[in-house]
Nanobody
Framework: QVQLVESGGGLVQAGGSLRLACAAF????????MAWYREAPGKQRELVAA???????NYEASVKGRFTISRDNAKNTVYLQMNSLKPEDTAVYSC??????????????WGQGTQVTVSS
């Protein structure tokens, strides 16, 4: 089994910055894709940013140029640096990680979610 532990959410004023982290623990042979999603009240969950094992990234259009996703493979951790935050970025942010275990099986895991609130 694998557990994801998220940290870094909170309350920030518009224009401020936050850094989210998501660390994976457990039976891990390798980590494939890692991503951050968010879900705002009354809206569907959306992909914010993703990063492959090779380091390729993609971003949701509204966060391009403001958010940066990165990963530390030695620590099995994915980060989301969020700059120039806007009130519309307010949501619960969750990480998603595809893990290959020692038996070669590929499974997807989700973090518990962390609240990000941006005040105007």
């Amino acid at each position: 089994q694998v557990q994801l532990v998220e940290s870094g959410g909170g309350l920030v004023q518009a224009g401020g910055s936050l850094r989210l982290a998501c660390a994976a623990f457990g039976s891990i042979f390798s980590i494939v894709d890692m991503a951050w999603y968010r879900e705002a009240p009354g809206k569907q969950r959306e992909l914010v940013a993703a990063i492959t094992s090779a380091g390729s990234t993609n971003y949701e259009a509204s966060v391009k140029g403001r958010f940066t996703i990165s990963r530390d493979n030695a620590k099995n951790t994915v980060y989301l640096q969020m700059n120039s935050l806007k009130p519309e970025d307010t949501a619960v942010y969750s990480c998603s990680v595809y893990v290959r275990d020692t038996y070669g099986r590929l499974n997807r895991y989700w973090g518990q979610g962390t609240q990000v609130t941006v005040s105007s």
